[in-house]
């Protein structure tokens, strides 16, 4: 008897199947509000930028041997959509640039971009100290050099800071003596990268200093610090002219003026000392006394701990 219903069964249940197919299911539209490519114009071609829909972000990988400072996007967006912010250059080592869009349904998406630079790792600096030598770099001096696998010879790309105990960095700035430049090396242990004539601000203050460079996302650091000093103070070459009783300055480019005690001239043949106004680690005001006279003279100037230097140039003094 069981047996028999299980025919029935089946053909009431087939009514019930059919009614249950028609039934449809309406998915929401996708959003009109959308960035359908995002380009960026290199010198072989073009690198398209990878789009996720899904965290909402733009990501391009810049490989290192292009140089950027900058990227010029062009940006395609759904039909109909506007972008709120301007197409603009954006900075390569810029990680808060957002685009929104506004669709033609009115609807509303944000991406951020992120930019991935692809570089050689990782980026080492040779030691310009030992655990036994620790090396001195007086405040001013424009002929610092370092060394390292910077794969660059655009000195633009590579920035290179002293770095204090708190973890302040002070860059190095290019010599106001030299020119600075990188130069390819190939050394016995292979081939590395020399910048030469860094200077050390002249602000900076004496102490111990690490050695950190960066080359984009890379960032390297000395294990032994560097010993940053007052150094043999320069005058740089500049001859002057003042009238007696008046003054006039004398300046530096390179390491500082620190514990200027005199500055002289020789008057048929004897020393005669010019005052001292007054001084910063980069200028100096000397006045003229009403009783030297008229006349060229070679200057010779005294900072203690050093021994007196005379120079080339030369301080003319003209009547009043």
Not at 118 to 132: D, F, G, K, N, R
Not at 250 to 270: C, D, M, P, R, Y
Request: proline content about 7%; overall charge positive; some cysteine.
């Amino acid at each position: 008897m069981k047996l028999r219903l299980i025919p029935v069964l089946f053909y009431l249940f087939i009514p019930l199947l059919f009614s249950a197919c028609k039934k449809t299911v309406d998915y929401p539209k996708p959003a009109n509000s959308k960035i359908l490519s995002y380009k960026v114009p290199v010198s072989n071609g073009e690198i398209t930028g990878v789009i996720d829909e899904s965290d909402k972000t733009i990501t391009v990988y810049l490989p290192f041997f292009y140089q950027l400072d900058v990227i010029d996007p062009k940006i395609q967006l759904a039909a109909g959509a506007t972008l709120k912010e301007s197409i603009v250059p954006v900075a390569v080592m810029d990680n808060k640039t957002t685009y929104t869009v506004t669709g033609a349904d009115k609807t509303t998406t944000s991406y951020q971009l992120k930019i991935v630079i692809q570089q050689i790792a990782p980026l080492v600096v040779e030691e310009v100290s030992t655990a036994a030598v620790i090396t001195k770099w007086g405040i001013g001096n424009g002929f610092v050099l370092i060394r390292g696998n910077f794969n660059t010879t655009d000195i633009t790309k590579v920035k290179a800071y002293l770095v204090a105990a708190d973890q302040k960095e002070i860059e190095l700035t290019p010599s106001a003596s030299s020119t600075t430049s990188i130069v390819p090396q190939l050394l016995p242990a292979g081939k590395t990268y020399q910048i030469a004539y860094l200077q050390v601000p002249q602000s900076v203050n004496p102490g111990s200093y690490k050695l950190r460079v960066k080359v984009y996302a890379l960032v390297a650091e000395t294990t032994y610090p560097v010993e940053v000093v007052y150094g043999q103070p320069q005058i740089t070459y500049a001859g002057v002219t003042a009238r007696q009783g008046e003054t006039f300055t004398i300046s530096t480019k390179a390491e500082v003026f620190h514990q200027f005690s005199e500055f002289s001239i020789l008057v048929n043949g004897q020393k005669t000392v010019l005052p001292i106004v007054s001084y910063t680690r980069t200028s100096a005001i000397i006045r003229v006394p009403d009783g030297i006279p008229a006349g060229v003279y070679q200057p010779t100037a005294k900072f203690e701990g050093w021994p007196a230097a005379t120079y080339g140039w030369t301080v003319t003094v003209t009547p009043k």
